[in-house]
């Protein structure tokens, strides 16, 4: 079983930066892709980025790219979402989750994730 807790959320202007921090409890955390995902009100949970277990490998949602960048620290057990040039529809609590060791932004592929994190962007 894998704990995750996200942290870091909070309430900014549009085009100010946050990093979020999802910190997990298992040992053999680089065994496991860590993806981040959002749910805005009313919206079905989306993907956002994910990065591989070595940390070599990335991928992006297409409004992603180019402004977040995902990044992990094997050493603290520790995955983190840098967002820069937030935008108002960047506002959505933010998952993080342990998935298997391939690539995927499927949400069904993820076992374990976090309680969420709550961003929001004001105009």
């Known amino acids: 079983q894998v704990q995750l807790v996200e942290s870091g959320g909070g309430l900014v202007q549009a085009g100010d930066s946050l990093r979020l921090s999802c910190a997990a409890s298992?040992?053999?955390?680089?065994?496991?892709?860590m993806g981040w995902f959002r749910q805005a009100p009313g919206k079905e949970r989306e993907f956002v980025a994910v990065?591989?277990?070595?940390?070599?490998?990335?991928a992006y949602a297409v409004s992603a790219k180019g402004r977040f960048t995902v990044s992990r620290d094997n050493a603290k057990n520790t995955a983190y979402l840098q967002m820069n040039s937030l935008k108002p529809e960047d506002t959505a609590v933010y998952y993080c989750?342990?998935?298997?060791?391939?690539?995927?932004?499927?949400?069904?592929?993820?076992?374990?994730w976090g309680q969420g994190t709550l961003v929001t962007v004001s105009s």
């Open positions: 989750a342990a998935g298997p060791g391939f690539l995927t932004r499927s949400t069904k592929d993820y076992t374990y």
């Open positions: 298992e040992r053999t955390f680089n065994d496991y892709y």
């Open positions: 990065v591989s277990g070595s940390g070599r490998t990335t």
